[in-house]
């Protein structure tokens, strides 16, 4: 099977007056598709940055990354954004949803830039919040939802354009224990279906939900192991009722 994602020596430098500030350094990795891998390490370590790299929010100062085989280095903005669209969904820590538009509209939004029309815009938006047990919440606004909820619909709206990668960076860091395993429970659905994921988190008890971990130190990839994913939906069922809970 072809690899989904491929860096080779994968490297990003920023300048910092006189002197060079060395993001990234060096990373050769191979990810297949379906694969759900964290990238850990403390704030610095690099993680973000590969995330950003590999999402093609930002271009390599060195090296070579691959998406499905393209050489994405090489590749001019348009393209790029081409990229960005049909094959990767974002969910961010902060949601980002736009406060005075309902969730369809929030969902629907990758769909306009595709130019889809209104139509099968709205039909799809309203499968990708039923996927996310959303469906009775289609015409509530950001405001009128818990975060777990707006959580939901980031990722609604990362999964409407059906992708190839989805690319998660901290995505329960600002969510309570139960609503982030319910979070995790969802992403390990989305992985069982065949989209593949990679999370960024600082958190061993998040990362145990990946199959993969990639830890990254001051700007290097330090290991890479295999683990057998703690099932969060099970944990989850565990956990006693809201109103017992402590």
Known sequence: MAALIETEGLSRH???????????EGVSVTIAPGEFVAAMG??????STFLNLV????QPTAGHYRLMGEAVETLPPD??????????GFVFQSFNLLPRTD????????????????????????LA??????????????????????????????????????????????LDTRTGLSIAALFQSLNR?????????HDPEVARFAARV?????????????????????MLAALPPPEQAA
């Open 14 to 24: 920023f300048p910092a007056g006189e002197e060079v500030v060395r993001a990234l």
């Open 79 to 88: 393209r790029l954004a081409e990229l960005r669209s049909r094959r990767i």
């Open 103 to 126: 969730a369809l509209g929030n969902v629907e939004l990758p769909l306009v830039y595709r130019g889809l029309r209104r139509r099968a815009r709205r039909e799809r938006a309203a």
């Open 193 to 201: 279906g065949g989209v593949a994921v990679l999370m960024v988190t």
């Open 55 to 58: 999402g093609c929010l930002d």
């Open 129 to 174: 919040l039923a996927a996310v047990g959303l469906a009775d919440r289609m015409g509530h606004r950001p405001s009128q939802l818990s975060g777990g909820q707006q959580q939901r619909v980031a990722i609604a709206r990362a999964i409407v354009g059906s992708p190839d990668l989805l690319l998660a960076d901290e995505p329960t860091g600002a």
């Open 42 to 47: 403390p704030s610095g370590s690099g993680k």
């Open 214 to 234: 990639l830890r990254f130190r001051d700007g290097r990839l330090v290991a890479d192991t295999r683990q057998a994913p703690a099932d969060a939906a099970a």
